[in-house]
């Protein structure tokens, strides 16, 4: 197994590339959808609903303002001057499948526009795309300081049914003057279906140009968020995921907090089961304490989740991919990201050194 570090789109710079390498990574996982932009996930209220289109991570890319092959290239050579190979790209943008999610009127068109991302992807040889195939995306999570020495993180203090405004989808606004009202109506099964159609669309494509889709669960793993339905919020729901196509391109993008936030399940049972059938493409390498409807994300070392134990789970079946830290608490000193992303990243550097001697 390797160590990864996953990258914002806004800290594609040399500094945070060097920083990584020096915290003992070897791959990069980066995300190309920019949250961040205007105040976004940086939002000191976290993410928490308000109704408006002011909410949320900001505005989506967009439409025609697709990754190019020179693009994904020119990123793929800095990483690689300073030491990482570049494992996956996390998260599709809104701005160019808000209709796949939302089974809208340009779904046909923007099919076709993840297709053509997918084959670009595999033309600048990046191996994997995680994904987050969600209605009301990342939200409803406050900051906190209850955990150890009053960290800042994230949690969930209990369910969110505050609608999504329309114009906005997974967290992000897609278009700016949509008009009044909120997002139509979606059951369970519907969303199933959405996401069946994208998969059997897209996944012939991500075979023949040799990219991995991997699947994130819901985060946080509820059956509803703001009045939408969720995919996989507990964990044997990735079953019925894996089951649309049995191919090696259909993969999970694993995070462990939120399988152990899953009211139902066990995150070791759960490892287990999918890195025996070989199905798990990368992993978000986070440690939480509680479950659905309240938790707190944790210090790696310090929560629910046994981390070693994973590991050990990992190394047994010969798990190839990535590890990366996901979020972490950030750490009260002048650099509060970077400190806390250092000490998961030595914590894991060290146990997974110790796991493959053996110990
Ligand atoms: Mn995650």
Redesign the pocket.
């Known amino acids: 197994m390797k160590l990864g570090f996953g990258f914002y789109r806004h800290q594609l710079d040399r500094d945070h590339m060097r920083f990584a390498r020096q915290c003992g990574a070897t791959h990069a996982v980066v995300h190309l959808v920019d949250y961040f932009r205007g105040g976004g996930a940086a939002n000191a209220a976290g993410d928490q609903p308000t109704g408006t289109k002011t909410e949320g991570w900001g505005v989506a890319g967009g439409t025609d303002d697709l990754w190019t092959v020179e693009e994904l290239r020119e990123i793929k050579s800095v990483l690689a001057e300073e030491g990482l190979e570049w494992a996956a790209i996390e998260n599709f943008d809104p701005g160019h499948w808000h209709d796949v999610l939302l089974d809208g009127p340009k779904k046909a068109e923007q099919l076709e526009t993840v297709k053509t991302l997918i084959r670009r992807v595999g033309e600048a040889g990046i191996p994997m795309i995680g994904y987050n195939f969600s209605l009301a995306g990342v939200s409803s999570r406050v900051h906190s300081d209850q955990v150890r020495g009053k960290a800042t993180v994230l949690g969930l203090d209990g369910p969110n049914e505050t609608p999504v405004p329309r114009g906005m989808v997974w967290n992000m606004v897609y278009d700016a003057d949509a008009p009044e009202g909120v997002m139509p109506p979606c059951t369970h099964e519907e969303l199933w279906e959405r996401l069946e159609d994208f998969l059997r669309a897209v996944l012939p494509v991500a075979e023949e140009a040799g990219v991995s889709l991997a699947a994130?669960p819901d985060?946080p793993p509820l059956p509803t968020l703001r009045g939408t339905p969720r995919l996989v919020y507990q964990p044997w729901m990735y079953d019925r995921l894996l089951d649309i196509e049995s191919g090696p391109h259909n993969r999970l993008?694993l995070?462990l907090?939120?399988v152990a936030e899953m009211s139902e399940g066990d995150v070791y049972e759960t490892v287990e089961r999918y890195a025996a059938r070989d199905r798990i493409g990368y992993i978000?390498f986070?440690n939480v304490k509680g479950k659905v409807p309240r938790y707190r994300e944790t210090f790696v070392d310090d929560g629910d989740i046994d981390m070693r134990r994973v590991l050990r789970i990992l190394k047994r079946h010969d798990f190839q991919g990535v590890l990366i830290p996901?979020?972490t608490p950030q750490m009260t000193c002048p650099a509060p990201w970077h400190a806390g992303m250092a000490y998961a990243m030595g914590w894991m550097r060290a146990a997974m050194d110790e796991m493959e001697d053996g110990a």
């Open positions: 994130h985060d993008e995070c907090g939120t978000h986070r996901d979020h």
